[in-house]
């Protein structure tokens, strides 16, 4: 699907920007971990990255908003190397969500989402107080601002962790596995304000266990096996028809 | 009974402690406050540079701090104190005159700077990484995300260290009496041991004790109170989740002090 199909079948404000590398190589020591991936996520569009552990999904993530620095290769916002900006700009412009929700539990939750919009946008702390409530709002947990990230549940914590990344307004988001450490019954709500993310036309690149996720949410599904995307393509065709061996072990386990 | 009677006269003559007990008061509790205070402040602001330095990805800030560390808590106090303010006294003598507490202030504070430092670091090293993580992924630097994120968690949970750091540091400042003091410089320690000298009674001494026991064992019981507070605390002050199993992981902010998160 087209990024112009998608913008006028949910008729709302897209992201503009789109994410790609070009053969990206990082190495820890010895330890090959990216060995060349390339990736490209048209604007407003969603790609899935899936693959075994300690395939490199997570090292990719970081290397696109350069937590981690590529030893080659490029990386690419919106057509343009981001290689040469600014490291602290970039991330502003490029929210990502964890595992473990890493949200800060020393703050509340109203706290946690002001902190970068007063320290880094500039906001006052009346405009990022109210843009906080406003993203607590759409992730259903304007509720609970004042309240430390402790007395949350997994899933809560993980939509505030959400919500904080957006409040910043980025123009691309990044999934680390955003679901792979909240009990099964809290999954569901994180990944319906993702999809709801995606279908609001954000660029959104998605390291993921959940298969129906991919299968129903993204345009694009990423196989990452060894430090290389081995199989990309619709997620039709890649759960359906996968073409090579090693795919097809992956998706016999886990589906 | 007359030796019992000798015993008990030779520790708690009061009317020896009330012949000490002006001069302890206007003279060596204030001297004693004033040492611990400003060696405490000095020393916490300087382990806070050094734990930060020690924490360093840079290897010309990361030894100093070590070597530094190294030296002030592995020489014993008593040498430290006697180097610093015997040694350095004739550049003293130029600056604030016949004063030994500028550089008693300063060999404590030194000393206390190398405990402190390794108390903090322990707690910013016991912050999961993600913390700061996280803090850089929203666009914070490195030293700003360690500012706002990092440093106030690692500090949270070392303060029953860190008071317990003070209440040693209290005890220590007895030590400047090497440097020789005037009368009026005298601290809790030396009123005391002045007095038990002079009359070959020790109650004066014994009183000194009361007045440091004085200090210290309510900050023993703030450092379990801070304790308790950081274990149970936190947990109290948010209305309860509704999800199911809600607030089942614990806040790393509700962990034992310097534990080591397990990940």
């Known amino acids: ?255 | 009974m007359d030796a019992l009677n000798t015993v008990w006269d030779t520790f708690f003559d009061l009317d020896a402690m009330r012949a000490a007990l002006p001069d302890m008061l206007r003279v060596g509790l204030p001297n004693t406050l004033i040492l611990a205070l400003f060696s405490a402040l000095i020393g916490t602001v300087l382990g806070m540079v050094l734990a930060v330095c020690g924490l360093s990805q840079r290897r010309w800030l990361r030894w100093p701090a070590r070597l530094w560390t190294d030296v002030f808590r592995g020489l014993p106090a008593a040498v430290t104190i006697l180097l610093i303010g015997v040694g350095l006294a004739p550049l003293g003598l130029g600056i604030w005159g016949p004063n030994p507490y500028p550089l008693g202030i300063l060999a404590l504070s030194l000393i206390a700077s190398a405990y402190i430092g390794e108390i903090f670091r322990s707690g910013i090293q016991s912050v999961d990484t993600g913390q700061l993580e996280a803090a850089r992924a929203l666009g914070f630097s490195r030293p700003s995300g360690m500012r706002l994120v990092v440093i106030p968690q690692g500090v949270r949970r070392v303060l029953p260290a860190l008071v317990n750091q003070f209440i040693a540091l209290i005890k220590e400042s007895s030590l400047v009496y090497f440097l020789g003091l005037l009368a009026s410089q005298r601290d809790l320690f030396r009123i005391g041991q002045d007095a038990a000298a002079n009359t070959g009674n020790q109650s004066a001494l014994v009183l000194a004790g009361l007045f440091y026991l004085l200090i210290t064992v309510p900050l023993t019981h703030v450092v379990n109170a801070i304790d308790r507070r950081l274990r149970e605390g936190r947990r109290a002050d948010g209305a309860a989740a509704e999800e199911p199993g809600a607030a089942t992981d614990p806040a790393p902010s509700t962990q034992l002090a310097i534990s080591q998160e397990p990940r």
Do not use: W, Y
């Not at chain 1, 079948?9 to 060349?36: E, I, Y």
């Not at chain 1, 899936?50 to 993530?61: A, H, N, Q, V």
């Not at chain 1, 980025?170 to 304000?193: C, I, Q, R, W």
């Not at chain 1, 959104?204 to 430090?227: I, K, P, W, Y």
């Open chain 1, 1 to 255: 699907m087209t990024q112009q199909t998608r913008a006028r079948r949910t008729g709302s404000p897209t992201s503009g920007v789109g994410v790609a590398t070009r053969d990206v190589h990082l190495s820890f020591g010895s330890n090959h971990v990216l060995r060349g991936v390339d990736l490209d996520v048209p604007a407003a569009s969603t790609a899935c990255v899936i693959g075994p552990s300690g395939s490199g999904k997570s090292t990719l993530l970081r290397v696109v908003n350069r937590l981690l620095e590529p030893d080659s290769g490029d990386v690419l916002l919106d057509g343009r190397s981001v290689l040469g900006d600014d490291p602290d700009v970039l991330r502003q412009r490029v929210g990502m969500v964890f595992q473990h929700f890493n949200l800060f539990p020393h703050k509340t939750v109203r706290a946690n989402i002001t902190l970068g919009l007063t320290r880094l946008k500039g906001l006052s702390k009346d405009e990022a107080s109210e843009r906080a409530l406003v993203h607590l709002d759409r992730v259903g947990l304007a509720h609970k601002a004042d309240v430390r990230p402790g007395n949350l549940s997994g899933g809560q914590q993980q939509r505030v962790a959400i919500a904080r990344a957006l409040a910043m307004e980025p123009e691309v988001m990044l999934f680390d596995e955003a679901t792979s450490a909240l009990d099964p019954e809290l999954v569901k709500g994180v990944l319906a304000t993702m999809a709801d993310l995606a279908s609001e036309g954000m660029t959104m690149l998605v390291v993921t266990h959940e298969m129906g996720f991919a299968r129903s949410v993204a345009q694009q599904v990423l196989f990452m096996d060894h430090g290389r995307v081995v199989e990309a393509g619709e997620p039709g065709a890649v759960f359906e028809a996968p073409r090579t061996e090693r795919l097809q072990r992956f998706l016999s386990q886990v589906l």
